[in-house]
């Protein structure tokens, strides 16, 4: 074979490795993490004792007790807003906190309008923030 015909497959093969086999691929969105209620939604309307099933997408979820990349478990506050990241989370009747790393709970709450807000939290229970946080209102009847 020629050089300059050598020199075409060698350049042909190097393109087709970045732009076809290359991984990952910088045109497909990564979702960030987040975290939800799996069977409640906003003003849902509940009898006691309801349970609640919570997730975390694109996170591990992984019992506390130490910092681990990428990883965490869930909290769950009664009548009390997301906590700012980085603030430890505080153990009481109105933050509940799930360090075995559950992934539900039962409640049973006096009738009225609460607001829940699941909040991801790291290893020590620093709080990830706003962004791994969300929040709902429901009736219990």
Same mark, same amino acid.
């Given at each position: 074979?020629?050089?300059?015909?050598?020199?075409?497959?060698?350049?042909?093969?190097?393109?087709?490795?970045?732009?076809?086999?290359?991984?990952?691929?910088?045109?497909?969105?990564?979702?960030?993490?987040?975290?939800?209620?799996?069977?409640?939604?906003?003003?849902?309307?509940?009898?006691?004792?309801?349970?609640?099933?919570?997730?975390?997408?694109?996170?591990?979820?992984?019992?506390?007790?130490?910092?681990?990349?990428?990883?965490?478990?869930?909290?769950? /506050?009664?009548?009390? #807003?997301?906590?700012?990241?980085?603030?430890?989370?505080? &153990? @009481?009747?109105? $933050?509940?906190?799930? %360090? +075995?790393?559950?992934?539900?709970?039962? /409640?049973?709450?006096? #009738?009225?309008?609460?607001?829940?807000?699941?909040?991801? &939290? @790291?290893?020590? $229970?620093?709080?990830? %923030? +706003?962004?791994?946080?969300?929040?709902?209102?429901?009736?219990?009847?």
């Amino acid at each position: 074979m020629k050089i300059k015909t050598l020199f075409f497959i060698g350049l042909s093969a190097l393109w087709l490795s970045t732009h076809i086999f290359s991984y990952p691929r910088n045109d497909i969105p990564v979702p960030e993490p987040s975290v939800d209620f799996l069977n409640l939604k906003d003003g849902d309307q509940v009898s006691n004792p309801f349970k609640v099933t919570f997730k975390a997408n694109g996170i591990r979820t992984e019992p506390a007790g130490e910092f681990k990349e990428n990883s965490g478990h869930h909290h769950l /506050l009664i009548n009390k #807003p997301y906590i700012e990241k980085g603030n430890a989370i505080p &153990a @009481d009747s109105n $933050h509940l906190h799930f %360090g +075995k790393a559950q992934t539900e709970t039962e /409640l049973n709450l006096n #009738p009225g309008v609460y607001t829940l807000t699941l909040q991801f &939290a @790291d290893g020590y $229970h620093r709080s990830y %923030g +706003k962004a791994l946080s969300k929040t709902i209102q429901i009736e219990v009847k």
